[in-house]
């Protein structure tokens, strides 16, 4: 940056090297004219006049004299006033322009009336009033008189009438919170001074206009000559943004040694730039166009930014928020520790026989209680399965058709101290009858847990285990490059000072240090704490349930849904990922890097889906590759449709087609429990299928709970298919966020309500965890859908959608947003983790399959 910042400085030292050359020569003139004044030489005369301020010349000019008028006026180092210069032309046709050079003692200006402003494709647009205010070097001295010298000259043979005017601007130094309301044009840009008032480090500058159109841009430059005031150099120097209604700044005293900078307000010559029409092309090349009335009024306002103390409030205000759950979670684990401490009081040994059991706790050797009946799904107040059944490997099921063996704890508890080196997967599916019996086990009409988890659990948890290291990797080869390129952005934002790159509220972005919203980046911070501590309490039940297994606990071995917690350990993993690259989508967010906010919330709910089928499919759930595969390719037609997506009709109907047919697939996978080929004969199945079963006789679906739910999900997906080919909306990214999250929530919504009508309970924690969680995704998503910003329009048009901070003058609705979303994702999670612990104490060949 300093080499640049060197070719800079060089760059305008022989800028301000050859001004000061002219200006010597002028003055060499200047001082023969006051002698003579006038100077004829050939045919070619200079008349120079002592002119006023506030007087209005009317003069003719042609290429045989030359105009110079002298003016001075007085400025003091506590005072600065502006002086501007107006001129107009008042002939329709002009032959050769009138060239206008204004020499002051640093600085020297030049145009030319009519003036040639540029558009896009060399567009050219006329404009023969011109109104320039003229830099106001500082001075040392506590008073001083200034001269500075108008020429007007030309190469027209013909004369040519101007008008000319020297005013001053009264209202040229801004006051602190006072608004000042002022006019500009393409060629009457508009600059004013403002100086930092002791004891105020930042301010924010803004300006407003209430009509949209004409586009402007708003600049903030240091105090130097020239100043760039133009359509065509505004961009040159200082900090820039394109703006219609709104424009705000926030300008730093560390980035002004002076202590002071302008605000230059320049409105453009087309509106494209600002999501306007554009003009039509001109028919030859060199053709003037009419740029028509482009006036706009505008107002400008500079406030003072927050203090330090704002950052520290905000600071311990996000912190506190986050470290409240980690509190609220030791709370409700020592409670916990303590109820199980007095359940272990009445904890049965694992190695006393039923009728022992019974007889301890005045049970009949049936298993029930004289008073009453032992009802199903019920349990004793210990927590232990009193069933006098032998326990049973399902596998071998005579009610299902697989006849059960009987083995004993002891058994179990030796195949798992096997080690887990020497057992893969594929060896439960090397035995020859096993393609047979999948099929008689999956194809049954009612299922139970038994059914869907007779592979060896080591084997699944190896299996599981490995969606938290493929996240894990995954998270690191992604996000060191993404935060590289992040940091690269904010370089370019700070060198160029360009603001259009980055789609902030400029309203409530605080800077800090080189980034420039702070409070976007922090408010990211729940993500992070919040999936640590989702890992940290899977961690806790996953150490509780290992030293169960140990004890050779019942419970543990053979009731409630088997625990895996690989799939837990992937979900905060994510949603600590999360929280990162949604940080590095706030330090410059843009189209460009949407998809670092989005690609975890894709991994998220496909997470989530995968473990909500896994709870009762832990044999048939999908391997972490094949998961990752998937959610790869989703992010995959995320980063087209962001790309090529935008009203490319070609490209809605690919992934519509995709879309649907993924759609069916999976549901033929889901309905008929893996059972099934997809290969040549396909075609041919599906028609005998449909004829035996719709034609030939009309019999209904044998699995009615999943077809139920996989009706219901196509009619969703088809749905949402529609709406993106008929609609096509242009943040695709979105929208495909929106069908991940509609497929998640009508399977979750299925899975509580299949779970009620199997006479299941949820017992008091998780049924917290789901009306806490469904308050805060409502008040998320209202912060979420006030939209503050936008990439989908131009920079100055999303601008049109900031709004101040509302939270302790530090935070927005976005950053809100962030607080509640962090807060509804980590109380899913918890529902997913304890929704089922009711189940804990009943034997799996009683859980049902949904």
Not at 358 to 368: E, F, I, Q, R, V
Not at 397 to 419: F, I
Request: with cysteine; net charge neutral.
């Amino acid at each position: 940056m300093e080499p640049s910042r060197s070719r800079w400085k060089s760059r305008h030292k022989r800028s301000w090297v050859r001004a000061g050359t002219a200006a010597v020569f002028w003055m060499c003139a200047t001082q023969l004219v006051c002698c003579t004044g006038t100077i004829e030489g050939g045919s070619k005369s200079i008349v120079q006049k002592d002119a006023e301020f506030d007087v209005t010349y009317n003069d003719t000019v042609t290429s045989e004299n030359q105009t110079i008028y002298a003016f001075n006026h007085t400025i003091s180092r506590n005072k600065t006033e502006g002086v501007r210069v107006s001129v107009d032309v008042l002939q329709q046709q002009v032959e050769s322009p009138i060239l206008f050079v204004i020499r002051q003692k640093q600085a020297v200006m030049s145009f030319q009336v009519p003036l040639i402003l540029r558009g896009l494709y060399q567009r050219k647009y006329p404009y023969k009033h011109i109104a320039r205010t003229l830099c106001q070097p500082p001075t040392r001295a506590a008073s001083e008189t200034q001269y500075f010298f108008v020429d007007v000259s030309t190469l027209s043979g013909q004369g040519t009438n101007y008008l000319l005017r020297v005013s001053r601007v009264e209202s040229f130094t801004l006051q602190t919170d006072k608004k000042f309301t002022f006019t500009a044009s393409p060629s009457q840009p508009q600059f004013f001074k403002y100086v930092f008032p002791d004891g105020v480090d930042t301010v924010i500058v803004k300006v407003n206009a209430d009509m949209n159109f004409p586009c402007s841009v708003m600049s903030v430059q240091d105090i130097q000559c020239p100043v760039y005031d133009l359509d065509n150099n505004v961009a040159f120097i200082g900090m820039y943004q394109t703006m219609t209604k709104k424009g705000a700044i926030t300008v730093q005293r560390k980035d002004f040694p002076s202590n002071s900078f302008y605000v230059v307000v320049v409105v453009k010559t087309e509106d494209e730039a600002c999501g306007g029409p554009l003009r039509f092309y001109p028919l030859r090349p060199d053709e003037l166009i009419d740029a028509g009335n482009r006036t706009k009024v505008l107002d400008v306002v500079v406030s003072p930014a927050i203090t330090s103390e704002k950052y520290v409030i905000g600071m311990l205000f996000c912190l506190g928020i986050f470290l409240s759950f980690y509190l609220l979670t030791l709370l409700v684990t020592c409670i916990e520790n303590k109820r199980m401490k007095r359940t272990e009081m009445f904890q049965v040994p694992a190695d006393m026989s039923p009728a022992e059991t019974a007889s301890l706790l005045g049970k009949n050797s049936d298993g029930k209680t004289p008073a009453s009946p032992y009802e199903y799904g019920s349990f004793a107040d210990n927590g232990s399965t009193l069933s006098s059944e032998a326990i049973t490997d399902s596998a071998t099921s005579t009610d299902n058709n697989y006849g059960y063996m009987e083995r004993s704890l002891d058994s179990v508890a030796r195949s798992r101290q096997e080690s887990l080196s020497s057992v893969e997967e594929d060896d439960y599916d090397t035995l020859d009858d096993i393609d047979s019996d999948k099929n008689i086990v999956r194809t049954k009409k009612y299922l139970c847990v038994s059914d869907l988890a007779r592979k060896d659990k080591r084997i699944l948890s190896k299996k599981y285990q490995i969606y938290f290291w493929n996240i894990a990797t995954i998270a690191v080869f992604y996000a060191l490059p993404v935060i590289q390129l992040v940091i690269t952005y904010q370089t370019v934002v700070n060198v160029t000072g360009n603001q259009d790159i980055c789609y902030y509220n400029f309203l409530c972005a605080h800077p800090l240090g080189a980034l420039s919203a702070f409070n976007n980046i922090l408010s990211n911070l729940g993500y992070v704490m919040l999936g640590l501590l989702f890992l940290l309490i899977v961690l806790k039940r996953d150490i509780v349930h290992k030293r169960a297994l140990v004890r050779n606990e019942l419970n543990a071995l053979e009731c409630g849904i088997p625990k895996h917690f690989g799939v837990y350990y992937a979900m905060g993993t994510a949603l600590m990922m999360e929280g990162l690259l949604s940080a590095c989508y706030h330090v410059c967010p843009n189209y460009t890097n949407f998809q670092f906010d989005t690609s975890f919330m894709y991994m998220i709910a496909g997470l989530c889906m995968l473990k909500l089928y896994q709870k009762r499919h832990p044999d048939i759930n999908a391997s972490a590759y094949t998961a990752y595969a998937c959610l790869a390719a989703v992010i995959f037609f995320s980063v087209l449709g962001v790309v090529f997506g935008k009203g490319n009709a070609v490209f809605w109907i690919v992934f519509s087609v995709i879309h649907i047919l993924a759609t069916l697939l999976l549901s033929t996978q889901l309905y008929y429990m893996g059972r099934w080929r997809l290969d040549t004969g396909v075609l041919r199945r599906i028609v005998y299928v449909i004829y035996t079963d719709c034609i030939r006789q009309c019999s209904g679906p044998m699995y009615i709970d999943r077809m139920v739910l996989l009706v219901m999900g196509n009619i969703v997906n088809w749905s949402l298919a529609s709406y993106g080919l008929i609609e096509t909306p242009n943040d695709f990214a979105s929208y495909l966020l929106a069908i991940a999250i509609c497929n998640l929530l009508l399977y979750f919504a299925f899975y509580i309500i299949m779970k009620l009508r199997s006479g299941e309970r949820i017992k008091c924690l998780p049924l917290v965890c789901i009306l806490f969680t469904a308050v805060v995704w409502g008040f998320a998503l209202y912060f979420f859908f006030q939209g503050l910003s936008t990439w989908q329009k131009t920079p100055a048009e999303s601008r049109e959608h900031n709004r101040d901070c509302i939270l302790l003058s530090f935070f927005d609705d976005h950053d809100i947003w962030h607080f509640l979303s962090s807060i509804a994702m980590f109380g899913s999670f918890l529902v997913l983790l304890t929704m089922d612990d009711d189940l804990d104490t009943v034997q799996r060949d009683k859980i049902f399959v949904f």
